[in-house]
Every structure is written in structure tokens, then in C-alpha cells.
């Protein structure tokens, strides 16, 4: 994501996020998805391309970075696992965003 951004520039980046965005909103939701499922590539991939670019904007660069540091620390393969990461890195305000996200 962030080095698509970088490669591609702030403006183009947009462009890619509005386009996922909308594709996004037409899949299912990420919460408990298993991997093998049925429309589980485009929702990981795109409505989660949106979601972090989302809580980036909403948290910052510094924060973000240091949460996803922490998830490439660990082999996060359940909600769960994610979500203990977010409550070490992220407020309370910012986890509750995110499993209302992850459920939409």
C-alpha cells in the first residue's frame, strides 16, 4: 500500500483508493472471512486496502506504523490476534472503529 503510494504519487494513490473504495462496498464484510471463501480475496484486498489507508488518515503515520510493526511481528491469522494488536497500539476509540469496520 505504502509503496504503491509512493511509486505511483499522493494524487494517483487517491485515485486507487476512491476506485477500491468503491469496489468495497459491494463485498462482503472482512470480520471472521475465512481465507478460502467465497469473495474473501476481494474483500481482504480491496476493502482492506481502504480500511488501513482509512485508519492511517484517522490515526497518523507514526501510530499506524508502529500498529503495523506490530502485526508483522506475529503471524496474525484470526479477528481476534488483530484486534489484541490494535488494543496495544491503538486507543479504545480507535479498536471499537475498527471492528465496526471490520463488520461492515
Sequence with gaps: MC???HDLGESVWKDYIQAYREYARRVCPIYEIPCDAD???NALYY?????LYDLESRVGKKTFFSFMQGLAARHVATNECFLQIARAHLGQNDVEWLVKRLKE
Design 47 to 51: 476493502k482492506g486496502a481502504v480500511l
Design 3 to 5: 509503496l504503491l503510494r
Design 39 to 41: 469473495g474473501a480475496y
